[in-house]
């Protein structure tokens, strides 16, 4: 599961697209958190390495971290990260402050990154750097860096609403210094690589946010079939079946729209507004589902003793990471009219 996508040749399992959505769904579906751990490692760091990186960079860290263990004989998975959003900028990626400068056969790295998941468990970074500031966007290039390089540590671990098993924190770079080998494609294509892999992101996170949604749904249905109200199970009842009903629709429908982002990216095609949409409703279906879920149990929704106040704090964060619905809603408004434009 940790090199799902990943080519046999570099050790990984060579499955497609929508394996993976399944995968997340049903992972997801368990614990939100060990679903967006196994995201952010296939969909952000993985995949910009194993398809803009050179056949080296695959060898030391892509082969390595498809789901085998650390050297140290700790028995503990390699990990990597991906350090993309700052202190100053969340949805503006084009705005990086980081900077690389070159010295010699080194990149010399400094800057902090912020809400980065899998902070506290990765060995290895993706991290996006200004290497030349006159060119704007144009001007930010990719590299690879190793967390025990000199000059590099983290922040505290984030107190989060949800996903709390998750780490979440600042990777922080003070004169870190990398070879020029650990660059990712060419410079300047940073901007490219980082929006190309937030589509397959996406893709990831909406089997996410479907994997809470099935949660919501199990705990509801189950709950409603329990729980006796009026002399029999509240199941019966027309309002408890209408929630149940509107949550399976919504999940249901979102789950299509996931699987077919998958399936276009599998076949090689364009799929940035199909990930966009998918990311949008299965995550806006999520929420729903999770709340609807606490109605059904009502004050069992809202103590700890039932998952669903779990569910409810997992939820919230997919609306907002790897895009928030904000930005979901420009992706697809933008590639709708420019399609429009094209047409007149």
């Known amino acids: 599961m940790m090199g799902i996508n990943v080519s046999a040749d570099h050790n990984g399992s060579e499955l497609d697209a929508l394996s993976y959505a399944i995968a997340m769904e049903e992972i997801s579906r368990g614990c939100a958190s060990v679903g967006v751990i196994m995201s952010a490692h296939n969909s952000l760091y993985l995949y910009p390495i194993d398809a803009f990186g050179s056949d080296e960079l695959k060898e030391r860290y892509v082969a390595p971290y498809a789901g085998h263990e650390r050297d140290d004989g700790n ?3 390699n990990i990597g990260c991906f350090g993309l959003s700052e202190p100053g900028n969340g949805s503006d990626a084009g705005a990086a402050s980081v900077t690389a400068t070159e010295d010699g056969e080194e990149w010399i790295v400094n ?10 468990e990765a060995s290895a970074a993706i991290v996006f750097a200004t290497t030349d500031k006159s060119l704007k966007h144009k001007g930010i290039s990719a590299f690879v860096v190793p967390m025990d390089a000199p000059g590099f540590s983290l922040g505290a671990k984030e107190e989060k609403l949800g996903i709390r098993a998750s780490s979440t924190s600042n990777l922080i770079m003070d ?20 929006m190309q892999t937030l589509d397959g992101g996406r893709i990831g996170v909406a089997g996410q946010a479907l994997g809470i949604a ?4 199990d705990c509801a249905a189950k709950y409603a079939l329990e729980r ?16 149940i009903s509107k949550m399976v629709v919504a999940r249901d429908g979102a789950r299509l729209l996931t699987w077919r982002a998958a399936m276009l990216k599998d076949d090689g095609e364009r799929h940035t507004r199909e990930a966009a949409v998918a990311k949008l409703a299965a995550s806006e279906a999520a ?17 700890s003793d039932m998952p669903a106040e779990r569910h409810y704090r997992d939820a919230r964060i997919t609306e907002i990471y790897e895009g928030t619905s904000e ?3 420009l ?11 094209q047409s007149y």
């Open 75 to 77: 028995g503990k998975l």
């Open 228 to 243: 006796r109200a009026f002399g029999k199970p509240i199941a019966e009842l027309q309002s408890v079946q209408n929630m």
């Open 287 to 303: 929420t729903m589902c999770a709340h609807q879920a606490m109605q059904v149990l009502g004050g069992m929704g809202y103590v």
């Open 175 to 194: 004169n870190v210094r990398i070879p020029k080998s650990n660059l990712i494609g060419t410079p300047g294509q940073g901007f490219k690589i980082a």
């Open 331 to 341: 992706v697809i408004a933008g590639d709708v009219l420019k399609e429009y434009k």
């Open 214 to 217: 099935s949660a919501s749904i």
């Open 111 to 120: 800057g902090t990154k912020a809400w980065i998941t899998n902070a506290h």
């Open 327 to 329: 930005i979901q809603h």
